[in-house]
């Protein structure tokens, strides 16, 4: 069965991201040749990529041919910073130790704020760079390539690590060919037949069948 374009793409976007590493965050998905230990701060971000979903306009119906596909992939950001604090405090602690540890997990939050408005700023980049608008896959494939949306997720109140997560909305325009599956053609169930058989042969031996009236 041959691949369809949006799977293409997606693969290309995430080695788009993994190439331009260069420690700073890890690629989900992404194969790397080595296999040696990254800075601390690639250890805490990640990018990774989804097919998120398709239009196929009315006026590409039809049984077999190109059809126009309109695909939004989502390339979903996470930045953490340790808060380095002692959950317990804010249940026995004292008045200063509570307002201590509030203060080390503010602080990790805005560690963590900046670190993934960091990674938006690297992904955008990365990805709208004009040496990267055919995504590696050559003049003609995609179109209308266009990241429209940056959603930021406020992070949790208090916890050991704080998480923050984003999103980006890419959309494009590519064509997919309609080439059918044929699916995989099963061997011949041999086995069950002949057990099936053999169990009635044996539910058969020592039974004597007189015809004689």
């Known amino acids: 069965m041959k691949m369809m374009n949006f799977r293409i793409i997606k693969d290309s976007i995430v080695d788009i991201y993994g190439?331009?590493?260069?420690?700073?965050?890890?690629?989900?998905?992404?194969?790397?040749?080595?296999?040696?230990?990254?800075?601390v701060l690639g250890n805490n971000?990640?990018?990774?990529?989804?097919y998120f979903s398709g239009d196929f306009p009315e006026s590409a119906a039809g049984r077999s041919g190109t059809k126009q596909h309109a695909c939004t992939f989502r390339i979903e950001l996470t930045a953490a910073a340790s808060s380095k604090i002692d959950l317990t405090v804010f249940a026995a602690g004292s008045e200063a130790q509570k307002a201590?540890?509030?203060?080390?997990?503010?602080?990790?939050?805005?560690?963590?704020?900046?670190?993934?408005?960091?990674?938006?700023n690297i992904a955008y980049q990365v990805i709208m760079d004009n040496d990267n608008y055919d995504l590696g896959l050559g003049i003609g494939v995609i179109s209308n390539r266009w990241i429209n949306n940056v959603q930021k997720?406020?992070?949790?109140?208090q916890g050991e690590y704080v998480v923050i997560?984003?999103?980006?909305?890419?959309?494009?325009?590519?064509?997919?060919?309609?080439?059918?599956?044929?699916?995989?053609?099963p061997d011949p169930v041999v086995m069950d037949a002949m057990i099936k058989y053999q169990e009635e042969q044996k539910d058969k031996t020592g039974v004597l069948v007189n015809n004689t009236p």
Do not use: C, W
């Not at 201590?100 to 938006?120: F, G, P, R, W």
């Not at 909305?169 to 599956?181: A, K, Q, V, Y």
């Open 100 to 120: 201590a540890a509030l203060l080390a997990h503010l602080e990790a939050t805005e560690e963590a704020d900046k670190s993934i408005d960091e990674l938006i």
């Open 153 to 157: 997720d406020t992070p949790p109140n």
């Open 165 to 185: 997560t984003a999103s980006m909305s890419l959309t494009l325009r590519t064509t997919e060919d309609i080439t059918g599956d044929t699916g995989v053609t």
């Open 45 to 50: 971000r990640f990018i990774q990529v989804f």
């Open 19 to 39: 190439n331009a590493e260069a420690g700073r965050y890890k690629t989900v998905g992404y194969q790397r040749q080595s296999k040696a230990s990254i800075e």
